[in-house]
């Protein structure tokens, strides 16, 4: 083939280098056809199928980079975190029926109302929570082990409390003593064990999900196909600018345009979302977990203490354990007020301050107990006056169980907000990324018809 079957139709339409009018209906000189840098029809065509392949390529990843995120987040918002919560009910009710059961024993003979339906109330939660996390917990063997144990445990540990409160109604004191020792044993060693491993598990999978939906592999892998794609368009405009004489193909200005757009919406949206999933982990699952630890021992501690006179000081591991519990209850009260915003570290401060009129009442009942003062100790710890143990006991439950509450819905409102981050762009970035490629396809038809 000789040089004028290749060169542009502008190039051998005179004999000179005169304006030649384009198909952009733009005047400019004639280009000056150098074969041996010239970009051919067939080069031009192969061009195209390159930068269209790279937009379709760009669309998908930047899908899957996006889907991957906002599925993530969907499912910590609507799977993970209330399966969470479902744990945290088994284990805090459990821990506050075996209160309440300790409890009912230290009032007499006959046992409050209030104490035996907040003990039904509290089995009847405990069984609802494990009945909803058993149709959803995961594939791992030790969740179903853990749901299990529960689950068959249960029913034995109220027969125990029943036989229990049998022999308690017929004055056998010291056998009713036994009984309860030995349903909360039961629970102590086997059901409340199992009931936090099913929530350290559903906490795993929170963590994971969260860390899926602002994991940075396929964004960063986005990012930069979109910037190969800008450079591309760039350089490629730059040599049709060269060899075509034409300032500006404007189809490719306007697809250079649209990709810079897209890559810089999928910058902030990513950033954006990355951002609220944080938040909703440091502000929201992370004080939730804190707050829900410290409840559950702090629960414990309440029954140590019942526990402690009920068995009239025969067993000394209950105080042991009251000291490791409120230990422990005070460490992450404080570890969790270190660089916690102003709105958990109030949270957290009213926490501090139930603690420390637990305390108060806690050493009251045992200095009132050393004194030989059984009668009186078990008064402070069943009594309903303020300063008592119960009144201490529902002061630190209740500022516990408002800061799990308060932080849920901060959890939930920034995972939404998450969500609603990349749904727009979900929706756009396939259409504007076909518009560039058609629009890459314009731009480049019409050099390549200019040999024709």
């Known amino acids: 083939m000789n040089a004028t079957a290749t060169a542009p139709l502008s190039a051998r339409s005179g004999t000179g280098p005169g304006p030649v009018s384009s198909s952009d209906g733009s005047s400019d000189p004639a280009p000056v056809v150098d074969d041996t840098r010239t970009l051919g029809p067939r080069q031009l065509q192969l061009v195209t199928v390159a930068l269209v392949a790279l937009t379709g390529l760009c669309a ?34 459990l821990s506050d029926a ?59 540990y109220a027969g125990l409390v029943q036989t229990a409160t049998f022999n308690q109604r017929l004055a056998y004191y010291p056998l009713a003593a036994g009984y309860m020792g030995e349903a909360s044993n039961l629970m102590r060693m086997r059901i409340l064990p199992a009931a936090r491993q099913v929530y350290s598990a559903e906490h795993r999978n929170l963590s994971t999900d969260q860390g899926d939906a602002d994991g940075a592999g396929w964004a960063v892998v986005t990012v930069l196909l979109v910037v190969g794609l800008l450079v591309a368009l760039l350089l490629v405009q730059r040599r049709l600018s060269r060899q075509f004489r034409r300032t500006f193909n404007v189809p490719l200005v306007v697809a250079t345009g649209v990709v810079a757009v897209v890559g810089i919406w999928f910058v902030v949206a ?48 209950y105080q042991g354990d009251y000291a490791t519990a409120e230990s422990t209850v005070a460490g992450l009260l404080t570890s969790a007020r270190a660089g916690a915003p102003a709105a958990d570290r109030a949270r957290l401060d009213a926490a501090r301050q139930a603690l420390d009129g637990y305390r108060q009442a806690h050493t009251r009942i045992r200095t009132t107990d050393q004194h030989s003062d059984l009668i009186g100790a078990i008064r402070l710890a069943s009594d309903g006056a303020p300063g008592d143990l119960p009144a201490a006991s529902a002061a630190l439950d209740a500022a516990l169980a408002a800061g799990i509450t308060t932080s849920q819905q901060t959890f939930g409102a920034d995972m939404a907000a998450a969500d609603r981050a990349l749904l727009p762009l979900m929706v756009l970035l396939v259409p504007l990324l076909v518009v560039v490629a058609v629009l890459v396809v314009v731009g480049m038809r019409r050099r390549i018809d200019e040999y024709r």
Not at 275 to 280: D, F, L, N, T
Not at 295 to 317: C, F, H, P, Y
Request: aromatic content about 2%; cysteine-free.
């Open 270 to 317: 990513v950033a954006v979302q990355g951002a609220a999933v944080q938040r909703a982990r440091t502000q929201g699952s992370t004080v939730v977990s804190t707050f829900t630890q410290a409840r559950i021992l702090a629960l414990q501690m309440r029954a140590d203490d019942e526990l402690t006179l009920l068995s009239r000081d025969a067993v000394s591991t």
């Open 60 to 93: 998908v990843v930047g899908m899957v980079a996006l889907t991957t995120r906002h599925g993530a987040t969907t499912v910590a918002r609507q799977s993970a975190e209330p399966l969470m919560v479902d744990a945290q009910s088994i284990d805090t009710s």
């Open 98 to 156: 075996d209160s309440a059961a300790a409890g009912s024993f230290l009032v007499g003979q006959i046992e409050p109302d209030a104490l035996r339906r907040r003990y039904d109330d509290d089995l009847a939660r405990a069984s609802a929570a494990l009945s909803a996390t058993t149709g959803q917990v995961g594939s791992d063997p030790r969740d179903a082990a853990a749901l299990r144990t529960i689950a068959e445990s249960l029913p034995v």
